[in-house]
């Protein structure tokens, strides 16, 4: 019996350094996107098209935040099920652990969202003042 339980303990931890790996992988996008919003509108302000590609790119970041939560949720929930499952079957720890895992994941959502548009908001107001000078 204590082997089969070291036993998940270990693909347990696995998992949860995949989860680990994910969040970096998400965070490193969303700088590169973050920057490459930057350097877009500097560019493109030159040419006076700067509202047009600013809403695109904003719309890009937004989507491909979205992916990631969506990513990482769906592996978060994997491996609860997979723990739960095999440690305990309790109904009643699987109804928590679910309400948990969707509130958390609803708190990522509105984040990455509130996120997003101060990037927007930020990147907007920098294209004001450098129309305006």
């Known amino acids: 019996m204590n082997g089969t339980k070291r036993n998940t303990l270990k693909s347990c ?9 994910s ?5 490193v996008v969303v700088v590169v996107v973050v920057v490459v919003v930057v350097v877009v509108v500097a ?3 030159e040419e006076g098209e700067v509202v047009v ?3 695109t790119v904003f719309v890009v970041v937004v989507v491909a935040a979205a992916a990631a939560v969506v990513v990482i949720v769906v592996v978060v929930v994997v491996v609860v099920f997979v723990v739960v499952v095999v440690l305990v079957t309790t109904v009643v720890v699987v109804v928590v652990i679910v309400l948990v895992v969707v509130v958390v994941a609803v708190a990522v959502v509105v984040l990455v969202v509130v996120v997003a548009v101060v990037v927007l908001v930020v990147v907007v107001a920098v294209v004001v003042l450098i129309v305006a000078i």
């Open 13 to 21: 931890c696995g998992n949860s350094s995949s989860i680990s790996s």
């Open 23 to 27: 969040s970096v992988v998400v965070v």
């Open 43 to 45: 560019v493109v302000e």
């Open 53 to 55: 590609v600013t809403v």
